[in-house]
């Protein structure tokens, strides 16, 4: 391990897809800047494990036609993309073991699909009033922040199907239940994605495309290209901020910088001592910020033997099942069978109360009544706890409960305080939550710290 520079322009904590972007961009300005990483690897919320020769993504994974930023990577970096298997018949399951079929062209006829179809439109309309270059200036900002999605559903949708369609949309997309998502949080994450079915349809929408080598791939070379830069192992406990310089404390020694850029998600960044404290709106914001509930289950099979069948891979479990959606998530030229299985939100709760011979026959169970008996014989069960992570304490991001936004977002979401800046999915308007949302917010960052560079000191910057 490199010993850490004592001295540095500008460190970045936190190696994930923010902190790596923000790095790249302030070299780029020509800047000295440290990448301070707590775990043993860059990637935070992505990692890609290669097991038997087959890559798992145990965090994010997929990669949308709008999600430039993160497209840019993959070409800049070398990374390749291939198309999420889309063909034959999905399955949706109820609790009562009913079951329907469906394709990305066709509905299923199942209950409740065209009050659902409603509802999209009618979200997408609503999310089309806020203005992402200043959510905060919506006229509807306190009336949506001050309910959940849940109580709005209620006053609003008469159909019951239709809200357990927009429950399993939530928890999919939020990882969380609708009672605990503001109405206003909802509508500016679909604004920021460019609609409903962007966020939860597959081709040509969010879950289009893997990496060939995993979505950890392009932040494994963002890093290389940043040489001894980055520091992993190093854990940040402390950040203080003196007249002219801003200390960062790690167990391997301190490093003193004009300006720090702070990536962690809000879990991890609660954390860290700041001095002086933060203003106490930048604490609620982080307080508020609660990360979601996910588990990610892969199997693998020797082959994607459901593709015989006319099967997708792609099912949707209904209410109380242990897990919400599968995809097959087989290498791209299917040489193994591999399938993706989501839990999350009270689902989660649940299955990570069990052992884990038990998570393992409640999966198989489900997967059983779609796939049959051989999707009960998996080679390979691997499975990824988010909320034990102990840098990220959760996933696929932090969601602000009601009332956050409203009372706390003004100066605690992102506005920087003093030396500190602020990166992270958490502080993108396009595509928060995602990867992409993530380099942007580094951009964003990279951008405002150069500002301030060139502002104190002309030949800071480049
Ligand atoms: C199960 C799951 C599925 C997902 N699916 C997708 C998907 O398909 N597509 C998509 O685009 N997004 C997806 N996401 C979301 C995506 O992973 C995140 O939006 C993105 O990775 C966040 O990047 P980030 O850099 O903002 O934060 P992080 O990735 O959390 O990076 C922050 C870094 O800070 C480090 N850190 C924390 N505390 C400290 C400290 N004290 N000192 C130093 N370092 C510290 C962490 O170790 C971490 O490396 C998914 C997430 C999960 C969990």
Not at 40 to 65: A, L, N, T, Y
Not at 66 to 87: I, M
Not at 135 to 159: F, K, M, N, R
Request: proline letters at 5%.
């Amino acid at each position: 391990m490199s010993a850490l520079p004592r001295r540095c322009q500008v460190v970045v904590v936190g190696a994930g897809y923010a902190g790596l972007a923000t790095a790249i961009e302030l070299r780029e300005a020509g800047v000295d800047v440290v990448v301070l990483e707590a775990a043993d690897r860059v990637g935070g919320r992505i990692w890609s494990e290669r097991r038997d020769g087959v890559v798992v993504d145990h965090g994010g994974q997929w990669v949308g036609p709008t999600q430039t930023r993160l497209l840019a990577w993959a070409e800049r970096f070398g990374c390749p993309t291939f198309q999420s298997y889309d063909v034959g018949r999905h399955v949706e399951i109820w609790a009562d073991g009913t079951t329907y079929p469906f394709t990305s062209d066709q509905h299923s006829e199942g209950p409740g699909v065209e009050d659902y179809e409603r509802l999209e439109g009618r979200l997408d309309a609503l999310a089309a009033t806020i203005d992402l270059a200043d959510p905060l200036a919506c006229s509807s900002l306190e009336e949506w922040d001050s309910q959940t999605v849940h109580s709005w559903v209620d006053a609003h949708v008469d159909s019951p199907a239709a809200r357990r369609r927009l429950a399993l949309a939530v928890q999919g997309v939020w990882s969380c239940e609708p009672r605990d998502l503001s109405m206003f949080h909802l509508l500016f994450y679909v604004a920021g994605a460019g609609g409903m079915r962007s966020l939860m349809e597959t081709i040509g929408y969010a879950q289009d495309s893997r990496f060939v080598d995993g979505a950890q791939a392009p932040a494994l070379a963002a890093a290389a290209s940043l040489g001894g830069r980055v520091h992993v192992r190093t854990p940040v406990s402390a950040i203080r901020q003196g007249d002219d310089a801003v200390t960062v404390e790690t167990a391997r020694g301190n490093v003193r910088a004009d300006r720090v850029v702070v990536t962690s998600a809000p879990a991890a960044t609660s954390h860290i001592e700041f001095e002086p404290a933060l203003p106490t709106s930048r604490r609620r914001w982080l307080a508020s910020s609660v990360m979601g509930d996910v588990a990610k289950v892969h199997l693998r099979y020797d082959s994607p033997f459901w593709r015989e069948d006319g099967l997708s891979g792609q099912m949707v479990a209904y209410d109380a099942q242990p897990v919400g959606v599968v995809f097959d998530n087989s290498p791209d030229d299917g040489s193994r069978g591999v399938l993706v299985c989501f839990t999350y939100g009270d689902r989660y709760r649940t299955f990570a109360a069990l052992d884990p011979g038990e998570r393992r026959t409640a999966v198989l169970d489900v997967l059983g009544r779609v796939f049959g008996p051989q999707a009960m014989q998996p080679l390979d069960y691997v499975e990824q706890l988010w909320p034990e992570d102990r840098w990220a304490e959760g996933g696929y991001a932090a969601v602000p409960v009601p009332g956050a936004w409203l009372e706390h977002a003004r100066d605690g979401w992102r506005t920087p305080c003093g030396r500190v800046h602020w990166a992270g999915t958490e502080t993108a308007t396009v595509w928060n939550g995602y990867m992409d949302g993530a380099i942007r917010s580094g951009e964003r960052a990279a951008a405002e710290v150069t500002a301030a560079l060139a502002a104190e000191s002309p030949g800071a910057v480049r």
